[in-house]
């Protein structure tokens, strides 16, 4: 990739995991996952895009798989979840201003000593401003995951795509960990998405997508300079959208 690479798209939102701000470690926040995808950001600042984030909190506390194994209800856990975004969005700002960038972090459940409540224009202003914006506590509301409020934050903002940040090169047509012959896909449409049920991210996340056209692409992040490739419009990951026709790269 050209260290002066040209944007294609103005803005962006990138869906990072709980899971991978965990790097090599079985639990919590790896200070040098932390210091490499603040290193990857600062390079797609650089660039002069306006950058969203939605975190999950995999890492921490997973509601929907803590309320099966517990006596919790699933709201309860749910809301347990949102509170673990919470706690990496901070850690993420503070990995982020290291590096000389200037943040916000947006809760969707208000807690004013850590952050300000989301409010959609003041997330837009600043945007406009420079600003990388951290989006925490998923919607807001139980029964939703960080992938469907990342859709939904997405499309509020305006942003052009969203990026979804994996640990794979792509959506392949198997699992590439137990298929040594599974195949790449570099398109897929949300309809096959959808109907294969593919699993990178939720389907109402797919679904909410799906209808309002807004493309998404899969991605390796572990792959130094790979979100500012995407960004500038290189051959990297699978794309997925309403119109492309499915296909393998």
């Known amino acids: 990739m050209s260290d002066k ?10 869906k990072l995991s709980g899971e991978a701000l965990m790097g090599d470690e079985s639990f919590g926040i790896s200070p040098a996952f932390m210091d490499f995808i603040s290193t990857e950001v600062a390079k797609v600042k650089e660039l002069g895009i306006e950058l969203a984030i939605v975190v999950g909190g995999g890492n921490i506390f997973r509601g929907v798989s803590q309320a099966a194994k517990s006596d919790s209800d699933r709201p309860t856990a ?10 990496n969005a901070v850690a993420l700002q503070g990995a982020l201003e290291a590096k000389g960038l200037q943040t916000r972090v947006l809760s969707a ?3 004013h000593q850590l952050a300000e409540p989301y409010i959609r224009r003041r997330a837009i202003r600043h945007l406009e401003k420079g600003r990388v914006v951290i989006f925490a506590a998923g919607t807001g509301n139980p029964f939703f995951t960080t992938d469907t409020a990342a859709s939904l934050r997405a499309m509020e903002i305006g942003a052009e795509v969203l990026l979804k940040a994996t640990k794979v090169d792509g959506v392949y047509d198997s699992d590439p960990a137990t298929n040594p012959e599974a195949r790449l896909y570099k ?8 109907k294969n049920e593919i699993k990178v991210m939720d389907s109402t996340a797919f679904a909410l997508c799906k209808d309002n056209d ?15 490739a995407v960004i500038c419009g290189e051959a990297v990951g699978t794309k997925i959208q309403t119109k ?4 393998f790269a």
Not at 5 to 14: A, E, T
Not at 187 to 194: G, I, P, Q
């Open 109 to 111: 459940i208000e807690m």
């Open 78 to 87: 749910d809301y347990m979840g949102m509170l673990a975004t919470v706690m």
């Open 214 to 228: 807004l493309p998404m692409i899969v991605f390796n992040m572990n792959k130094a300079g790979s979100i500012s």
């Open 5 to 14: 690479c040209k944007p294609i798209y103005k803005r962006v939102l990138l």
């Open 244 to 247: 492309e026709p499915t296909r």
């Open 187 to 194: 398109t897929v449409s949300f309809s096959d998405a959808l």
